[in-house]
């Protein structure tokens, strides 16, 4: 069964910095591509970062860009995501994502963790 | 990067068809997703590649592309479908989604 289960949420002040895991298990991790997806409180979806499965090649929303930045390890079969300098507008439920490449041009997010708050607030 | 744009509601009576829309630049050159989001649930795809469904989802689920506009349809929308609705698209360097229609079924 895939599972991935993010962690590291919590409440930080304005300017300051976290960094969140995602935990992958039952699949092979180091074959698939990886994103993080965020959901501010009542509002839509917004993809933020994309990984390849090397790590070699990173993608970031304008957004974010700049101020987090996504890695993985691969032996650890875990995502990340520090983010720095982080707004009021930053807050939001960040889910961790499995990239499905379903042939040719067909990428989207087969699977989802259950997502981890961040709450950017003074 | 570029947008794409839903409507921010549709409203359907039980057994009556949806249609939700997606209108953006990138739609001729790259696949419409949609994703289904119940009320504090993740997200599911119900529609991969303008057309195609994945198992486990019902057939009342179509999806259509033309242009610069990607249609999600509902065919006897059930109590059950009522979500908000996401369509979702790919560029060489990142993916978009759009801002979500909130489809209710009453």
């Known amino acids: 069964e895939v599972r991935l289960v993010e962690s590291g949420g919590g409440l930080v002040q304005p300017g300051g910095s976290l960094r969140l895991s995602c935990a992958a298990s039952?699949?092979?991790?180091?074959?698939?591509?990886m994103n993080w997806v965020r959901q501010a409180p009542g509002k839509g979806l917004e993809w933020i970062s994309f990984i390849s499965s090397s790590g070699t090649s990173i993608h970031y929303a304008d957004s974010v860009k700049g101020r987090f930045t996504i890695s993985r390890d691969n032996a650890k079969n875990s995502l990340y995501l520090q983010m720095n300098s982080l707004r009021d507008e930053d807050t939001a439920v960040y889910y961790c994502?499995?990239?499905?490449?379903?042939?040719?041009?067909?990428?989207?997010?087969?699977?989802w963790g259950q997502g981890t708050l961040v709450t950017v607030s003074s | 990067s570029y947008e794409l744009t839903q409507p921010p509601s549709v409203s359907v009576s039980p057994g009556q068809t949806a249609r939700i829309t997606c209108s953006g630049d990138v739609l001729p050159k790259k696949y419409a997703y949609w994703y289904q989001q119940k009320s504090g649930q993740a997200p599911v795809v119900v529609i991969h590649?303008?057309?195609k469904r994945p198992s486990g989802i019902p057939e009342r689920f179509s999806g259509s592309s033309s242009g610069t506009m990607a249609t999600l349809t509902i065919s006897g929308a059930q109590v059950e479908d009522e979500a908000d609705y996401y369509c979702y698209s790919t560029d060489s360097t990142g993916r978009v989604f759009g801002g979500g229609t909130k489809l209710t079924v009453l």
């Open positions: 590649e303008d057309s």
């Open positions: 994502t499995r990239d499905l490449h379903c042939g040719g041009d067909c990428y989207y997010f087969d699977f």
């Open positions: 039952g699949f092979t991790f180091s074959t698939y591509n």
